[in-house]
């Protein structure tokens, strides 16, 4: 199994007044085929560790190869084609359903792309019927099925998905969870999940990193981490009493490990 | 009263005669001010655009500073144009004042800062999510800009006609480039101050209903436009 991304000390901070740290020397691998998911509290850098992989945002240090090779050697558009991302809210165009599934096509190329929308909206388990809707009038389940198809449609290599269920209700959760692990292991997409849900995490990671302060605290095979996590800041998420800045919950503001005790908490995760 | 109505009464004479002097003045108002918002759009949206998306050191100046131009005392854009273009100015030798190009000059500094302003703030307006999802989408920066100028039409539209309104209407800036030459740089508000001056009411009335009615008539098409892309 190959490394299809690699995280090489990689750093992302803000400059100010007040220098921000979102990230502090993160070494990570997304291996390809795999899902990977990057779990964490409110705050920890997740989302922002993610723009970092399709160049929304660049990392202040260190450096992200994509099979191989540094992302900066890509073209930036040929680089956040073959790495798609979906967001936490669907952010549909007001446009028909059919118009935004081509929306990334028509990017590269202006023209008809029939039978595409029916296509991807089977793909992820819509009526093809839909493709003529406007995209407005779809539930909220509904319009992140078709962002995920929007994002489809442009034959990524690998998929982002920035906290994809947080919006929606656990029936259309749960939907969405098996959406992807199915386009997971029929079409062999490798995916990197950020959740702040650990269960979520547990349920669909094959690999799984735990972020705190913008630290990586734990990585490693899903089961093994919560089976016996090495880590207590792990330990402590995982019972649900991690804070955002990795502290304990109830008062107690020490780090209960050496994982970054002089970690400010990132200020702002997304841009 | 009797005189507002005999005004109102040979201003309408005048007006269905076509009187070929106000004709031409009309023209030449639509002309100016209609080249003057044309500048400013090729100027302003671009500008704009780039205000809002970038970041750089002393954006918030130079958002600051805009903002301020769209407040520019027309007598005040006039009296820089007037310096600058004066035959011992910095542009003296293009020889400029007292013609159509000098009032074209005056109403795109009226007009730029108005649209470079109204489409930073309707960029701005956007979610930033939808940025964010375009560029993720593999669009580029042409695409990207293209599609938000598209997603902000109705403030944009706005903000045209912010600027139409604002040029076609001034009279303190073109009266001091244009000097008011008639037949030269006659345009609608300059000849109703003069008209008024002299006591020629109804032409003065005559005028002022032509200059409503543009104004009416440029918003009115705006805002058809404007809202039918509004309510797809």
Redesign the interface.
Known sequence: MGKKFELLGVSKWKDGPKRAELLRDINFTVDEGLISTIMGPSGAGKSTLLTLLNRLEEPSAGQILLDGAPITQLEVVNLRRRVGMVFQTPALFPMTVEQNICYGPNLRQRREYPGLAARYLEMVGLDPELAGRDAGNLSVGQQQRVSIARTLANEPEVLLLDEPTSALDPTATSQIEELIRALNQKIGLTIVWVTHDMQQAARVGDRTMLLASGEKVEEGETKAIFASPQNEVTRLFIAGRLNGNGSKLNGDKGRSDGAGSESTGPEEEHK | MDLILQGAKHALELLIQGDPEIFQVVLLSLRVSGTAVLISLLLGIPLGTILALSEFPGRRLVLSLVNTGMGFPPVVVGLFVSMLLWRSGPLGGLDLLYTPAAMVIAQVALAAPIIIGLTAAAIQQL????R??I??????RR?LMWILLR?ARLPLLAAVMAGFGGVISEVGAVMMVGGNVKGQTRVLTTATVLETRMGHFDVAIALSLVLLGITFLVNLALTIFQQRGGT?
């Not at chain 2, 979610?127 to 939808?130: A, F, Q, R, T, Y």
């Not at chain 2, 560029?135 to 580029?140: D, I, Q, R, T, V």
């Open positions: 979610n930033p999510k939808l964010l999802q560029l993720s989408l593999g669009a580029n695409q997603e797809r």
